[in-house]
């Protein structure tokens, strides 16, 4: 555990750098108080049955009958995403995934669809560990995509030595589990992350609590004795007791940063709510608390890493009497609920445009389920990212689902997803994304093979409203004729199912007329309502649903 602390700087002194003009860039880079979150789904996600074909629904049904999520006819069905996408990306969402939705009509939600890399590993190890290193199938480095990111943003100052500092005090980046990943560790040195099991407190016990020799004349740390001090042993059990010293900052710093900020405002979800499935407690919902409070405390780490497992379904993906039932269904909802607890939490707090989520997982799922209820190791699979930062949307198609097909083929190589983010959101230079990061130029480069990248538009710049997203998907338009004489047709948007009421008021907001009071499928709706009995004059038409009001005149006469 000791070996696996890091130290990072977030905030490099301009006024330090600014003599030496190379790093002036890099230390304004590292200025922002943008963090990215990695949300790794452990064992290989069905992305098949979190985001469900609409077009091609038959196909799908026919490859895997006995898990497929039903389209319709059934009182759980998949939830219909954007009926504004053009035909062959319409995708229906897991039921169990409604917060999902209300967070996708609010652009808080990025879909990007097939993603993968070339000659894609079957190994659950081999697979984390290619996208945790940021590199291909052929591909063997000791660091870390995001290790890579932290080292060169930071540099000149050399992680342990110069950190942490009076200018950063925190760690750069923060694990909540009981693992070092690969994702964080920079060439030749160790992981520039912590991890967190519990919370700070319980870390803060931990090291508090390490025992050393207690043998007389000897540090109760451990520290050898001075003879030893030049020796090989004596050199690294210091360099050992030295992040010990360090762990011990940070734990004190972390239960300082913990107590700066109230506990949550906002009740995270802590059960699936049908079965007991997947032990039925929902595990991200600890740890997206804790980075919400941490944040708001005043902590500078750049970058987390949550986990939640389960995803490794070869059998009882679903159960047995219902396809939207069992494990795979209560990961849909653990996810689903616990990110949107999470950016209603950090709103409350006043941090919503901080914190930007990315999902991962080590591959995608086979398109035809298996007999055992599930469905074996793949390729290809969505990617999704959360918070107000994101531009919304869905990017892609849904897959190719034709018979001689067994995988979900890739779109997008996942490292344009990274550089896009990194681009974008953590205000990365893009040449300093391709040299030094990935190797390669994932956003307006060719491969060996003639394959071209782009800039993916996944995540924002500069955070702006996300209303004019909204109000695309949930709108009442002009009604017409306008002027009307006999009647007039009032055309509205929904992108759900809702209720609606429909009201025509007079120039001082009086009710004149109920036009329609009922529930209204999703998609473009047109109510007629009948004005001859009207004095002619100035009207509005208006309408409420639980989701938003509008109005729009009406000349009678």
Request: no cysteine.
């Amino acid at each position: 555990m000791v070996a696996g602390v890091p130290f990072a700087l977030n905030h490099v002194p301009v006024k330090i750098l600014a003599q030496q003009s190379p790093l002036t860039r890099l230390a304004r880079l590292a200025n922002n108080d943008r963090v990215l979150i990695i949300l790794q789904m452990h064992g290989g996600n069905d992305g098949l049955n979190m985001l469900v074909p609409v077009d091609n629904y038959d196909t799908y049904y026919n490859r895997r009958a006995n898990i497929a999520i039903p389209a319709d006819n059934s009182v759980r069905k998949m939830i219909e995403l954007d009926s504004t996408l053009d035909l062959d990306a319409q995708v229906g969402l897991h039921p169990d995934m409604q917060d999902l939705k209300d967070m996708y009509d609010r652009g808080q939600v990025s879909v990007i669809q097939g993603v993968s890399y070339k000659n894609q590993s079957g190994s659950h190890f081999r697979g984390r560990d290619i996208v945790h290193m940021g590199g291909g199938s052929e591909d063997y480095f000791s660091s870390g995509w995001i290790g890579r990111y932290l080292q060169k943003v930071y540099e000149p100052l050399q992680y342990p030595d110069d950190f942490p500092n009076e200018e950063m005090p925190d760690p750069l980046a923060i694990e909540l589990g009981n693992d070092v990943s690969l994702v964080f560790h920079q060439e030749g040195n160790i992981p520039t992350s912590i991890s967190l099991a519990n919370n700070p407190e319980g870390f803060a016990n931990l090291i508090n609590n390490l025992e050393g020799f207690e043998d007389e004349g000897i540090d109760p740390r451990g520290r050898p004795p001075e003879f030893l001090n030049e020796s090989p042993y004596g050199k690294e059990l210091n360099w050992i007791l030295d992040l010990e010293d360090k762990s011990e900052d940070y734990a004190e710093r972390l239960v300082e940063v913990f107590n700066n900020a109230p506990a949550s405002s906002v009740q995270y979800p802590e059960r699936y709510p049908f079965t007991a499935s997947n032990g039925g407690r929902n595990p991200l919902s600890s740890q997206l608390q804790l980075i919400a409070r941490l944040l708001e405390g005043g902590v500078q780490t750049k970058v987390f890493l949550v986990r939640i497992g389960g995803f490794d379904t070869h059998a009882n993906q679903v159960e047995a009497f219902d396809p939207t039932m069992g494990n795979h269904a209560a990961l849909m909802y653990h996810i689903s609920s616990a990110m949107s607890a999470f950016q209603s939490d950090l709103s409350a707090r006043g941090i919503e445009n901080r914190a930007l989520t990315v999902t991962t997982s080590e591959f995608g799922r086979r398109i035809s389920s298996n007999g055992s209820f599930g469905t074996d190791h793949g390729r290809g699979a969505p990617m999704l990212v959360f918070g107000s930062g994101a531009t919304g949307g869905v990017i892609g198609k849904v897959p190719d689902l034709s018979p001689e097909k067994g995988n979900v083929d890739m779109q997008f190589d996942y490292r344009q997803v990274y550089s896009s983010i990194l681009l974008d959101w953590m205000q990365l230079d893009q040449n300093t994304i391709a040299d030094d990061i990935f190797f390669s130029d994932f956003i307006n480069g060719q491969s060996e093979d003639g394959t071209t990248f782009e800039k993916l538009d996944i995540a924002n710049s500069v955070i702006t409203s996300n209303e004019p997203f909204f109000s695309e998907r949930y709108k009442l338009e002009d009604p017409y004729p306008n002027p009307a004489v006999d009647k007039a047709k009032i055309p509205f948007f929904l992108n759900r199912t809702l209720k609606v009421r429909l009201t025509l008021l007079d120039n001082n907001g009086n009710e004149v007329k109920l036009i329609a009071d009922g529930v209204y499928n999703s998609g473009r709706s047109e109510v007629e309502l009948g004005v001859k009995d009207l004095t002619s004059g100035v009207y509005h038409v208006n309408i409420k649903t639980e989701l938003f009001e509008g109005s729009k005149r009406l000349i009678v006469g």
